[in-house]
């Protein structure tokens, strides 16, 4: 059986990442794909590796029914051998993981992409960092990944040829 691999990737791995994870991986499991697409999340920095996701991340995830149980990891060059896509939240992102791609050399596989390159309606290109705002921004956050995610899905049945099971 093919396995579409996925990793989200931002800094801290926190915030924005893991709940486009837990979006992506709800979206998956609504749309009987849950066997064909696979979801991981990473951060460029080191900061945060092994904690559960913020709490308000949590907060706002549960509000929209969804339990992040992620930790924190950081993104390494062998992740860009193991996935077949990496989504960065924003640019600062993009740049951290491109740089990654010269130390994988030739053995890299995945294709990079922005995150709201997905988005239907983008009014930047950037997903904002909430981690120093309020719970607002965890909403607005929330409600990007999600959008993003569900044309990402569209994209990738289409590439990938995948058959959504009757669920
Ligand atoms: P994230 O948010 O990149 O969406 O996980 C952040 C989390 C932590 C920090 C910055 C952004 N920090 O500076 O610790």
Known sequence: ??????????????????????????????????????????????????ELPDERTRANARSHGIELT????????????????VITMDKSNYDNVLKLYQTAGGKAK????????????????DVPDPYYGGAEGFEHVYQIVRRSAERLIDYLVERHHLNPKQV
């Not at 801290?12 to 994870?21: D, E, L, T, V």
């Not at 930790?71 to 193991?82: G, Y």
């Open 110 to 125: 995945a294709l990079l992409q922005m995150m709201r390159s997905f988005d239907v309606s983008p009014d930047d290109v």
């Open 70 to 85: 992620h930790r924190a990891r950081q993104v390494s060059a062998a992740d860009l051998q193991a996935f077949d896509y």
């Open 1 to 50: 059986m093919l396995m579409v691999r996925v990793l989200f990737v931002c800094l801290g791995n926190i915030c924005r990442s893991p709940i486009a994870q837990g979006v992506f991986e709800q979206l998956l499991e609504e749309r009987g794909l849950s066997d064909q697409v696979s979801a991981d999340s990473a951060g460029t920095a080191a900061y945060h590796i092994g």
